[in-house]
């Protein structure tokens, strides 16, 4: 259920994206026009990225190292109910919090404390109340030569209605494996009576001869 090659595609445009806007920021601090030009160069290779990752169908947001959103994409939008004015400066909690507590542990614990990736499901909840189960990669973002941590690029996909067709095909077939269990001991039983009535039979031809 976890998300497909496609998605680590994405992943990579994502980190890029992030790099490239930390990078812009660092320019932009620098002196000279030389910085400047750099800056705005490095503008237009943005604007293709996020392009590219507003063309896909799959949730994408970047964040910094708090958490805290500083892009998401137009399939976000969508999978969330929320619109980027009412995400941007707020966190992920905004749709989930829908979790064991342990879980969200565990999560910052790999991505923040050990600076892995996490992968795995969570159910999250829309702007308009509705619950929704995500196959989740989340990775944090690290610059290479100090160490430090930058930011994280979570990327999800609503896996809701495989879920439910999955639970509903596990309940069939409980539901069937039930019944097979029934017929099988209604033919049992069924031999059982014959069985009792061929004896009755039997002894009642024997009693009928004497």
Not at 191 to 196: G, R
Request: charged share 30%.
């Amino acid at each position: 259920n976890l998300p497909s090659t496609t998605w680590n595609i994405v992943l990579g445009l994502g980190t890029l994206f992030s790099f490239l806007l930390y990078a812009i920021v660092y320019a932009l601090s620098s002196s000279g026009v030389r910085a400047e030009l750099l800056a705005k160069e490095m503008t237009r290779e943005l604007e293709k990225y996020k392009l590219a990752l507003d063309s896909t169908s799959t949730h994408i947001i970047i964040t910094d190292s708090d958490g805290v959103i500083l892009y998401l994409n137009e399939a976000a939008e969508h999978t969330t109910g929320y619109s980027r004015e009412e995400v941007l400066g707020k966190t992920p909690r905004i749709w989930g919090r829908q979790m064991a507590p342990d879980f969200y542990t565990k999560l910052w614990d790999t991505i923040k404390a050990k600076k892995q990736v996490f992968k795995g499901e969570m159910v999250n909840k829309r702007k308009n109340g509705e619950l929704y189960t995500v196959a989740a990669i989340i990775s944090p973002i690290v610059d290479r030569e100090t160490g430090e941590l930058v930011g994280y690029v979570g990327i999800e996909e609503d896996i809701t209605e495989r879920k439910n067709k999955a639970e509903e095909h596990a309940a069939h077939l409980v539901e069937m494996e039930r019944i097979n269990k029934l017929m099988i001991g209604r033919e049992l039983r069924m031999a059982e009576l014959k069985q009792q009535l061929a004896k009755y039979q039997k002894i009642q031809m024997k009693e009928e001869t004497v």
